[in-house]
């Protein structure tokens, strides 16, 4: 064979060596192409992965939030519906008057609620009674909702028994509403009698408008809560109201939290894959140029390794740039690859786990991670939820995702979720637990209370329930402020829980309403001996600032099984209690008895009678006279308010007037004895004044120089013949602001007097500081005369410190002739009282001072 000269073989082997080259240079081009897709898809991955999660979780927190608000809808209609009253004036006769008019079932329900729709269908299907956005109209309830009732009615009819109402999403007018229905039934009312026709049905509508859906999605953490346009519907984010989505459909915007992986992740990737294309460029170029020469072809190799290992970096950097850790592990579950984010995420050392178990590092809820890595047919898309611990002692949650190897291993990424876990645990914790205190609120304790009445107690273990309220907590907050009050709250928050045993349950329920459920206690002794230590506990002083504040509690009492057996039961009968025991006094414990539902059944009665008494003209005027003691004349009356009611006859104060100040009565009784007062006293003869006593509540709010000028304008009396009897704690509650509204009556004009002077502890700094033209001795020092040799000069007293002050004095209670004679001879001024005459009717008054006009008073010896 002929050699082949020099240059031909030069040619062959460089022509060979540019093949390899270029062969090799493809292949790892090739390579790093495929890692380069890998990432992407891995990155695309996880940003479908985290926008799904999110969306399944808005989905969730949407649910949530209807199901919140049929829960809200049916407690309100069980409420009124299940309510022997409603069973009264709604069942058995349609009253309007009491429904509309006193407000029991009326516009407040629009007001306060916001249901658009309020109706009563009567036992005939037929619409007996309809309050449209707060007006009482005679729609009827099947036009208005634009649909039949017979579903609704027969569900609701259904559940008069178990006392249950219905829900149900309806359209109306192209917007979705919430319907609640429930019979309307006697409840636990024992003055009731159930009639044999059917019970009637109350239906309250409550209309998702925009706003109403806007607030709802943020109280539960979901952004742009609305009705779902035509558009929308064919996209994800949807949640049907009503069966097939009758009633409409919600829609929202879930987060994207894959826009900023994206965002991040395939930028970089790009540059990265540029990078590798213009290296390749460059080395094909120096390769194809070297490999001319024989001599080049070693440093030709060792630029080719170089570039090798600069894109390896390169792409470790790529890897380490998201915010997973990724690994690999073996067929036998062992770690054979942690990128090096693995160490930045968890704290733990790479080289400590490379070789060992995954699942000495992990854990799951349900088992192994290699169990249930091995599951057969699981989707490979699908996440789970494992535990670890940190270098520090701190227990870490991590979102794994794998997929299997050829080889039998796994591969796959980890995402540490802890604060997202956290965060969904405080939402939780933060649904059942007031936020002020940290102790549970009334979701928790209705469900505490579910499972333990469950267990069914007995009359040796009874459940026992302590229903508290605190006494004295208002002042807090009107004289310190609304934060002095939450420092109060949080402080008997604590020392509640520190006077239970592991296993009982301390709630706050309202504004200072407390409820705790206890199991130890054996007896009703154990019980009382309790309510004292909790009641000292409150007792002893609270320092907020610089201020010792002091307030006590009140506490009713209810145990099951003996009292109920039921939470709601349970609860009422707590509560009727605990109104007993603030009734008795304060400062004390009450155990629930049978005759207390009455009780307030018939509270309730009084109530409502008292503010149709007061709209109806059921209220009279009484006036007692008053007359100078040194020669007999009558120089005034003080006004007495009556009730004289239709069925009970004639009501004294005492009874009613308590009823009017806890209910906010009181207003528009002391607006209605005050002008008919001055009306009255305006035909009486210029001599005569008329005394009006007022209540503390007037001064703080119900615009009482207004209401006077308005009542000195229609009856035109002169200022100076009318005055204001006030008591002493006017001056207790705000004396800045009782000082300013005292002094501009007295510009007016008015009269303004001390009453029932001596039982407070400040009545002489009162005496010097407030604009008073009189004092009033409580009838108490006058009953008492003659129990000691003192009482002569503490009356004498009295009236010394009055005359110095230049005030008219003026006793109370003058019941026999040793009265009048003490007072006449200590000089007292004006007196009243049963012995010089009892409170007479307008008519008998208006006798009396035509009789004594003009003339001295005789007193019988």
């Known amino acids: ?31 790093l192409t495929g890692v380069f897709f890998l990432a992407g898809y891995l990155i ?23 199901q919140g ?78 649909q039949a009732l017979p579903d609704i009615l027969l569900k609701a009819r259904a559940g008069a028994e178990a006392e249950t109402p219905t829900t149900l999403f309806i359209n109306i007018g192209g917007r979705p ?36 859906l806007e607030t709802l999605g943020k109280d539960y953490g979901v952004d ?119 160490e930045c995420v968890s704290g733990l050392s790479r080289h400590d786990w490379l070789g060992a178990p995954m699942d000495q590092l992990l854990c799951t809820e349900l088992g192994t991670v290699t169990q249930w890595l091995c599951i057969p047919n699981r989707r490979p898309d699908i996440s789970v939820q494992c535990r670890y611990v940190d270098p520090k002692g701190q227990p870490r949650i991590t979102r794994l995702s794998a997929r299997a190897m050829a080889d039998k291993g796994f591969r796959g990424t ?62 807090v907050n009107d004289l310190l402020g609304h934060a002095a009050g ?32 206890l199991t130890d206690l054996k007896g009703q002794d154990e019980v009382e001996a309790l309510c004292q230590r909790l009641i000292e506990s409150i007792e002893r002083p609270i320092q907020v600032g610089e201020q010792e504040v002091f307030v006590s509690a009140s506490i009713g009492i209810a145990m099951a099984p003996t009292d109920a057996t039921e939470a709601t039961e349970l609860l009422r009968y707590a509560d009727i209690a605990l109104y007993e025991a603030k009734s008795g006094g304060r400062n004390t414990w009450r155990f629930y008895a049978g005759d207390m539902n009455s009780k307030i059944v018939e509270r309730r009665r009084l109530e409502s009678d008292l503010r149709f008494a007061i709209k109806h003209g059921e209220l009279r005027l009484h006036f007692q006279p008053r007359f100078r003691i040194a020669d007999g004349k009558m120089v005034g009356a003080e006004a007495l308010v009556r009730w004289q009611h239709p069925e009970r006859g004639l009501i004294p104060p005492d009874t009613f007037i308590p009823i009017a100040e806890e209910t906010g009565l009181i207003l528009a009784l002391s607006n209605w004895v005050l002008e008919t007062a001055l009306r009255y006293a305006s035909s009486w003869p210029d001599q005569l004044f008329v005394s009006v006593n007022l209540s503390p509540t007037e ?104 005359h110095a002050l230049s005030l008219t004095v003026t006793a109370e209670g003058i019941e026999t002739q040793e009265h009048l004679s003490l007072l006449r001879s200590v000089l007292c001024d004006e007196g009243q009282g049963y012995f010089l005459s009892r409170p007479l009717d307008t008519d008998g008054f208006s006798a009396l001072v035509r009789v004594t006009e003009g003339a001295a008073l005789t007193v019988k010896p």
């Open 1 to 31: 064979m002929p050699e082949h000269p020099p240059s031909v073989l030069g040619l062959a082997h460089r022509r060979s060596s540019v093949s390899i080259i270029r062969v090799s240079l493809f292949k790892f081009v090739g390579l």
């Open 177 to 212: 509403a919430l319907v609640g229905a429930a019979a309307i039934t006697p409840g636990t009312d024992p003055t009731v009698t159930p009639d044999d026709k059917p019970p009637s049905v109350l239906i309250f509508v409550d209309i998702l408008e925009d706003d109403r």
């Open 224 to 342: 742009e809560l609305r009705i779902a346009t035509a558009a929308e519907l064919q996209g994800r984010s949807v949640l049907a109201l009503g069966k097939n989505g009758v009633a409409g459909s919600l829609h929202w915007e879930p987060p994207k939290p894959s826009e900023r992986l994206l965002g991040l992740g395939l930028p970089l990737i790009g540059i990265a894959a540029l990078l590798v294309c213009l290296m390749a460029w460059a080395i094909l170029r120096r390769t194809t140029a070297s490999a001319q020469a024989l001599d080049a072809s070693y440093d030709s190799l060792q630029r080719s390794q170089s570039a090798l290992a600069i894109s390896e970096a390169r792409f470790r950097d790529v890897a380490e740039a998201s915010t997973d850790w990724i690994w690999e592990i073996d067929r036998q579950g062992r770690f054979t690859y942690l990128s090096e984010r693995f």
């Open 414 to 475: 980890a995402t540490d979720v802890t604060e997202e876990v956290e965060s969904r645990r405080r939402i939780e914790f933060l649904s059942q637990h007031d936020s002020l205190t940290g102790l549970p609120n009334r979701t928790r304790l209705r469900e505490f209370l579910d499972g333990k009445l469950k267990t069914q107690p007995t009359a040796e273990r009874p459940l026992v329930m302590l229903s508290l309220d605190l006494d004295r907590f208002k002042p």
């Open 699 to 802: 001064f703080k709010r119900g615009s009482l120089v207004e209401r006077v000028q308005r009542a000195l304008h229609q009856s035109g009396i002169e200022p100076g013949r009318v005055e204001l009897e006030i008591t002493e704690s006017v001056m207790l509650e705000d004396p800045q602001g009782a000082l300013e509204i005292m002094r501009t009556l007295k510009r007016l004009g008015i009269r303004i007097a001390m009453d029932d002077f001596g039982t407070g502890y400040s009545s002489l700094s009162y005496l010097r500081t407030f604009p008073f033209d009189g004092l009033k001795i409580d009838r108490s020092f006058l009953s008492r005369l003659g129990a000691t040799d003192d009482d002569r000069s503490v009356i004498e007293a009295i009236v010394g410190l009055g």
């Open 44 to 66: 695309l991955y996880l940003a479908h992965d985290l926008d799904r999660n999110e969306e399944i979780e808005s989905a969730f927190y949407t649910r949530k939030a209807v």
């Open 69 to 146: 608000l049929e829960k809200s809808i049916s407690a309100t209609v069980k409420d009124y519906a299940f309510w022997g009253d409603a069973y009264k004036h709604l069942h058995a006769r349609v009253d309007t008057d009491w429904a509309y008019v006193r407000q029991n079932v009326g516009p407040t329900l629009y007001t306060d609620y916001g249901f658009q729709g309020i109706f009563v269908v009567n036992a005939t299907d037929q619409t007996a009674y309809a309050v449209i956005d707060g007006q009482l109209t005679s729609d009827d309830a099947c036009g208005w909702l634009k």
């Open 486 to 517: 939450d420092a109060v709250l949080s402080e008997i928050s604590r020392r509640l829980a520190n006077r239970v045993r592991h296993g009982d349950l301390v709630a706050r329920i309202g504004g200072d309403e407390f409820v705790l459920i």
